[in-house]
């Protein structure tokens, strides 16, 4: 019996082959696919096909290469990243495109939340001289907005945006945080039972 020797039988292309070569299968009495691999993908493909759907051609890749669908290359494995979730470990795109679609991701992400361009944003990071306009000691990296009227601010470190966030983008709560920070903290002067009167 070819189980017994840690192998299987195909029952498509009817192939004695690896268990290695054939899919899990939870419900399936040996834990495994009845179709090896390679018949998998081509039963899987005609089914597509035949549905009218559109599938993309199989590329014969040498041992420890993979090909690449972004740059339609065929790289060694160690130029890509690791992905424990996909089948065979690694990303859907090698190092090199990945990057590229990174730096196109956080383009996009300026344009469409900001109405800036990287130039746009760079240029206003040099006018600040690198640095956040509030702490004037870390890197200026976060672009700030108003989110009223989406109206950028400026360029600020991660602590500082975070913090104007927290207070609500207000004016007043920062002047109190300052006063608070300077040793003279304002406080509410009680004019009637429930009726408080912030310092003007």
């Not at 090909?67 to 060694?76: D, Q, T, W």
């Not at 890197?139 to 975070?162: I, K, Q």
């Given at each position: 019996?070819?189980?017994?020797?840690?192998?299987?039988r195909c029952?498509?292309?009817?192939?004695?082959?690896?268990?290695?070569?054939f899919?899990s299968?939870?419900?399936a009495?040996?834990?495994?696919?009845?179709?090896?691999?390679?018949?998998?993908?081509?039963?899987?493909?005609?089914?597509?096909?035949?549905k009218?759907?559109?599938?993309?051609?199989?590329?014969?890749v040498?041992?420890?290469h993979?090909?690449?669908r972004a740059c339609g290359?065929?790289?060694?494995h160690?130029?890509?990243?690791?992905?424990a979730?996909?089948?065979?470990?690694?990303?859907?795109?090698?190092?090199?495109?990945?990057?590229?679609?990174?730096?196109?991701?956080?383009?996009?992400?300026?344009?469409?939340?900001?109405?800036?361009t990287?130039?746009?944003?760079?240029?206003m990071i040099?006018?600040?001289?690198?640095?956040c306009?509030i702490?004037?000691?870390a890197?200026?990296?976060?672009?700030?907005?108003?989110?009223?009227?989406?109206?950028?601010?400026?360029?600020?470190c991660?602590?500082?945006?975070?913090?104007?966030?927290?207070?609500g983008?207000?004016?007043?709560?920062?002047?109190?945080?300052?006063a608070y920070?300077?040793?003279?903290?304002?406080?509410?002067?009680l004019?009637?039972?429930?009726?408080?009167?912030?310092?003007?």
């Amino acid at each position: 019996m070819p189980e017994e020797l840690g192998a299987k039988r195909c029952s498509r292309c009817k192939e004695v082959k690896s268990r290695a070569a054939f899919a899990s299968n939870k419900a399936a009495r040996d834990g495994l696919q009845a179709y090896c691999r390679e018949c998998w993908a081509e039963y899987h493909q005609a089914r597509q096909l035949s549905k009218g759907r559109n599938v993309r051609p199989r590329v014969k890749v040498p041992e420890g290469h993979k090909f690449c669908r972004a740059c339609g290359a065929i790289k060694p494995h160690d130029e890509w990243h690791r992905n424990a979730t996909a089948s065979d470990d690694l990303s859907t795109s090698c190092r090199a495109c990945r990057a590229c679609r990174a730096a196109k991701g956080r383009a996009g992400h300026l344009k469409r939340h900001y109405g800036m361009t990287e130039a746009e944003r760079d240029e206003m990071i040099a006018s600040q001289m690198g640095l956040c306009v509030i702490c004037l000691k870390a890197p200026a990296v976060h672009v700030d907005h108003c989110h009223e009227t989406g109206r950028v601010r400026g360029v600020l470190c991660f602590n500082c945006n975070s913090a104007i966030g927290k207070l609500g983008d207000d004016p007043d709560a920062v002047r109190r945080a300052a006063a608070y920070l300077e040793g003279s903290p304002w406080k509410p002067t009680l004019v009637a039972p429930g009726v408080y009167r912030l310092p003007s």
